[in-house]
């Protein structure tokens, strides 16, 4: 079993950072891509940006430019430093791994979720 935990969510103001990370523990042989989702009150699930194992993302429209995803492959961790926030950006944010286990199978396995909200 692989279990993801997350970190970094609060309450911050209009243009203000948040750091978020997301660490994998449990029987992992490797994890493949990982991603950061968001889900807002009476919205769908939407991916906010994703990173292969090798270091390629791929981000959201919405956030380009002010969100940066990274990971740290000996930890098993991803990160999402988020600048220059919008109300708009306020969500529960989710991490997501694609994870091979070391019973070979391969699997997307979800954090908790954690709550960004920003507002003056």
């Known amino acids: 079993q692989v279990q993801l935990v997350e970190s970094g969510g609060g309450l911050v103001q209009p243009g203000g950072s948040l750091r978020l990370s997301c660490a994998a523990s449990?029987?992992?042989?490797?994890?493949?891509?990982m991603a950061w989702y968001r889900q807002a009150p009476g919205k769908q699930r939407e991916l906010v940006a994703l990173?292969?194992?090798?270091?390629?993302?791929n981000y959201a429209d919405s956030v380009k430019g002010r969100f940066t995803i990274s990971r740290d492959n000996a930890k098993n961790t991803v990160y999402l430093q988020m600048n220059s926030l919008k109300p708009e950006d306020t969500a529960v944010y989710y991490c997501?791994?694609?994870?091979?286990?070391?019973?070979?199978?391969?699997?997307?396995?979800w954090g908790q979720g954690t709550q960004v909200t920003v507002s003056s």
């Open positions: 990173i292969t194992y090798g270091g390629s993302t």
């Open positions: 997501n791994a694609n994870v091979r286990s070391l019973s070979a199978s391969t699997r997307d396995y």
């Open positions: 449990g029987r992992i042989y490797r994890i493949n891509d």
